[in-house]
């Protein structure tokens, strides 16, 4: 199963009003398993960059003058995130909706919304009440977020895939099988162990003399002696 994790940054809320993307950062899961493949873009967003936003993601102006505008990369980011992969972002509507616009001003189609999934949906249904930014994330799950001094597309979204794989059964999900079939042994064994009566034997008398009589060929030290119907 291939999913695609992403963040963008932007110069503010609404790609109505002027904001754009100033960053994209992919990152590509195989069952729930980072592959190290990556999308990774800075952009021109043929404006200004308003102090604000300049803040939350040190993205500056004139840093992002001489980057590729959107359209330049769209056919690279489509092909990236493919078909059909599933499109994971934390508080999913605000980056779809800038890429909705991007692509629809480049004349390309967006990836339908039934692809996507909302992790803040997911940690706000696992754990309603509690904190559920991508920081609080981190820190309930034990995930190193130092280096996020800023946001920053690529950096969150290799976060965010962490969590992910938290918010989706935990990091060792996919040993299910595996934990499923030991449990199962281990009930097995635990119902062996504490039977407190023996079961009742099903031999006919005639099988059960046939039967001793094939031991007492095998000598006094046949371990099966002691395991003779009637026995002591």
């Not at 034997?201 to 099966?224: D, M, N, P, Q």
Request: hydrophobic share 40%; glycine share 8%; aromatic share 8%.
């Amino acid at each position: 199963m291939r999913e695609i994790v992403f963040d963008t940054e932007t110069t503010g809320f609404d790609p109505a009003s002027g904001d754009r993307i100033v960053e994209i950062g992919c990152v590509e899961l195989v069952n729930r398993f980072p592959t190290g493949a990556t999308f990774h873009v800075y952009l021109n967003p043929e404006r200004d960059m308003p102090p604000q936003a300049e803040a939350i993601h040190g993205l500056s102006a004139v840093f992002l003058a001489d980057k590729p505008k959107f359209a330049e990369v769209a056919e690279k980011f489509l092909a990236f995130i493919g078909d059909d992969a599933k499109l994971i972002a934390h508080n999913a509507g605000f980056d779809m909706t800038f890429i909705d616009y991007e692509l629809k001003k480049c004349g390309l189609t967006p990836p339908t919304r039934d692809r996507v999934i909302d992790t803040l949906i997911l940690a706000r249904r696992k754990h309603p009440g509690g904190g559920n930014k991508l920081d609080d994330l981190c820190a309930r799950y034990g995930i190193d977020n130092s280096r996020r001094t800023k946001h920053g597309a690529l950096l969150d979204a290799e976060l965010l895939a962490e969590v992910y794989a938290e918010l989706a059964g935990g990091r060792q999900a996919n040993l299910g099988l595996v934990t499923a079939a030991s449990e199962e042994m281990s009930v097995t064994a635990v119902a062996a162990t504490s039977r407190k009566t023996a079961q009742a034997s099903h031999l006919s008398e005639a099988e059960r003399a046939a039967h001793r009589k094939f031991v007492s060929t095998l000598g006094e030290k046949a371990i099966w002696l002691d395991y003779l119907p009637d026995a002591k």
